[in-house]
């Protein structure tokens, strides 16, 4: 039997970016890499995303407005932000009480809305807003879902990568001290 090349792997079943699963898992990257900790791998499951050198627990989510299926109008922007009983993968133990696990959530809209132009891949078609868990803990308690206009009312900003990049280097400053 011929051994499977890696990268044919990755084209063959990884290309699709329009995927919702993929492009959840792009967002993440995409992400770790405004935050720059790309520099553990990503972890399957557990009770956050991502994680900074200094420690900030991150939970990240992602919409679109188009999906790889044939729409006949766009998507609605709507994250799943409901209280989870997280699974901790170094302890390998799952919490006993749901919550939200991450110090900070990252919403990220893939925004292109035609697909002839759009690009997962490019960063500058994407906006993010970032919040604190106290203020959704604090405005949606234990709600299982928000959309991107409430979670705006909330005053939420819009942010382009770069504008992200500056953000967790602020965090990051901020908590080091």
Known sequence: MKSINASDLWQWAYSDFMSNALRGVLAEYIVAHAADCTHCPRTEWNAYDLQTKSGLKIEVKSAAYLQSWEQKKHSPIRFDVAPKKGWDAKTNHSAKEASRSADLYVFCVFSAKEKESADPLDPNQWFFLVCPTSLLNEHL?????????????????????????????????????
């Not at 709600?143 to 280097?169: D, P």
């Open 141 to 177: 308690e234990t709600q299982k879902s928000v959309s991107l206009s409430s979670l705006e009312a909330i005053g939420l900003e819009r942010l382009s990568f770069e504008a992200l990049s500056t953000a967790f280097a602020y965090i990051e400053a901020a908590q080091v001290r």
